[in-house]
């Protein structure tokens, strides 16, 4: 019997190919440009966060931690703090995303899967041009045109929801609401936020218009070859596709309703205390102080002004930090593999 003998060689080890990339001057000139690009932005923000930290740090030093607890805004006697107006700028963007979010997210399904064609253009044309009108122009309608047809909805709000405690409003006589003092629900925060949420609500719009159009076909005539019905496929495939975008829609308006300024300064009545009853007169925001005090501040005033444009300064740099990175994580631009 022949046995043949069948000898194994060694696999002999195989060397990735090392892959060169060739780089010309096209991409040079452009990797310099961007990278040119980057650190122009970083180095702005940076000075300007120095320009802010150096012309504060005569108040700060005044203050001190306490700075971030006093309600008071009497720089002349030493006696000024931001817990009252960061609380009220919050409470302010806080009302107007509440406003702007359900808006936005309606405005953008619509133009991305119920708009006609022939429409759809039109619209997104329209909303970006909202969100080029200037504040100045929101804030006058507010105060002239709004605020009077607003304060019937407070009057409901506060009767038949006062339980509630945001929406308590003290001296409010239920059994005779005209009884009440004169102006308790006007120039409140509640209008505000109203204005400063329409003001917002195309810049949500349109991140999250966006990201919906980017849901994969795939998966939507997928969704509706199942038997899902428009509303079906809008909940199960567009929704959760735009999550991400839905977020950092939030987040960027959110940013933007911290930073207003003009609007909240014509509608709102500054009172320098914590006041968390949305519907009362009187609150005031960061921004609405600087634009206010500025003008008749005195040297030490102006640098207790610079500080507190130093902590809306960073507080906006976080919230549109985190909106970006979001973003940036979301789903957006993902193809489908059906």
């Given at each position: 019997?022949?046995?043949t003998?069948?000898?194994?060689?060694?696999?002999?080890?195989?060397a990735?190919r090392e892959?060169?990339?060739?780089?010309?001057?096209?991409?040079?000139?452009?990797?310099?440009?961007?990278?040119?690009s980057g650190i122009?932005?970083l180095t702005?923000m940076?000075?300007?966060?120095?320009?802010?930290?150096?012309?504060?740090?005569?108040a700060?030093r005044?203050?001190g931690?306490k700075?971030l607890?006093?309600?008071?805004w009497?720089?002349?006697?030493?006696?000024?703090g931001i817990?009252?107006?960061?609380f009220?700028t919050?409470?302010i963007?806080?009302v107007?995303?509440t406003?702007?979010?359900?808006?936005?997210?309606g405005?953008?399904?619509?133009?991305?899967?119920?708009?006609p064609r022939?429409?759809k253009?039109?619209?997104?044309?329209?909303?970006?041009?909202?969100?080029?009108v200037p504040s100045i122009?929101?804030?006058l309608w507010?105060?002239f045109?709004?605020?009077?047809?607003?304060?019937?909805i407070?009057?409901?709000?506060t009767?038949y929801?006062?339980?509630?405690?945001?929406?308590?409003?003290?001296?409010?006589?239920k059994?005779?609401?005209?009884?009440?003092?004169?102006g308790t629900l006007?120039?409140?925060?509640?209008?505000?936020?109203?204005?400063?949420?329409?003001?917002?609500t195309?810049i949500?719009?349109?991140?999250?218009?966006e990201v919906?159009?980017?849901?994969?076909?795939?998966e939507?005539?997928g969704?509706?070859?199942?038997?899902?019905?428009?509303?079906?496929?809008?909940?199960?495939?567009v929704?959760p596709?735009?999550?991400?975008g839905?977020i950092g829609?939030?987040?960027?308006?959110?940013?933007?309703a911290?930073?207003?300024?003009?609007t909240v300064y014509l509608?709102?009545?500054?009172?320098?205390?914590?006041?968390?009853h949305?519907?009362?007169?009187?609150?005031?925001s960061?921004?609405?102080t600087?634009?206010g005090?500025?003008?008749?501040?005195?040297?030490?005033g102006?640098?207790?002004?610079?500080?507190?444009?130093?902590?809306?300064?960073l507080v906006?740099?976080v919230?549109?930090?985190?909106a970006?990175?979001?973003?940036?994580?979301?789903?957006?631009g993902?193809v489908?593999?059906?």
């Amino acid at each position: 019997m022949n046995t043949t003998v069948v000898e194994q060689r060694p696999e002999t080890d195989v060397a990735a190919r090392e892959i060169r990339e060739r780089v010309g001057i096209a991409d040079l000139i452009f990797r310099g440009i961007t990278r040119t690009s980057g650190i122009t932005v970083l180095t702005i923000m940076s000075l300007v966060g120095l320009f802010l930290a150096y012309r504060a740090s005569e108040a700060l030093r005044a203050q001190g931690f306490k700075f971030l607890t006093d309600q008071a805004w009497e720089p002349d006697s030493r006696n000024f703090g931001i817990a009252a107006i960061l609380f009220g700028t919050f409470l302010i963007a806080l009302v107007a995303i509440t406003v702007a979010v359900p808006l936005a997210i309606g405005t953008a399904l619509y133009i991305s899967e119920y708009a006609p064609r022939r429409s759809k253009q039109l619209l997104i044309s329209l909303v970006d041009l909202m969100a080029a009108v200037p504040s100045i122009v929101y804030g006058l309608w507010g105060l002239f045109l709004l605020q009077g047809r607003v304060t019937g909805i407070s009057r409901w709000l506060t009767t038949y929801f006062g339980w509630i405690p945001f929406l308590h409003v003290d001296g409010f006589d239920k059994a005779d609401p005209l009884a009440g003092p004169a102006g308790t629900l006007t120039s409140s925060t509640f209008i505000a936020g109203i204005v400063v949420g329409l003001m917002v609500t195309p810049i949500a719009t349109s991140v999250m218009r966006e990201v919906f159009s980017q849901a994969p076909a795939g998966e939507r005539e997928g969704a509706l070859a199942l038997g899902a019905t428009k509303w079906g496929m809008i909940r199960s495939v567009v929704l959760p596709f735009g999550k991400g975008g839905i977020i950092g829609g939030t987040m960027l308006g959110l940013g933007r309703a911290l930073g207003e300024t003009i609007t909240v300064y014509l509608i709102i009545s500054p009172v320098f205390s914590v006041q968390p009853h949305i519907l009362e007169t009187g609150a005031s925001s960061i921004a609405a102080t600087i634009a206010g005090k500025y003008g008749a501040a005195s040297a030490f005033g102006t640098s207790a002004l610079f500080a507190a444009g130093l902590a809306l300064f960073l507080v906006t740099l976080v919230v549109n930090f985190v909106a970006a990175s979001i973003v940036a994580k979301s789903r957006s631009g993902a193809v489908s593999d059906a």
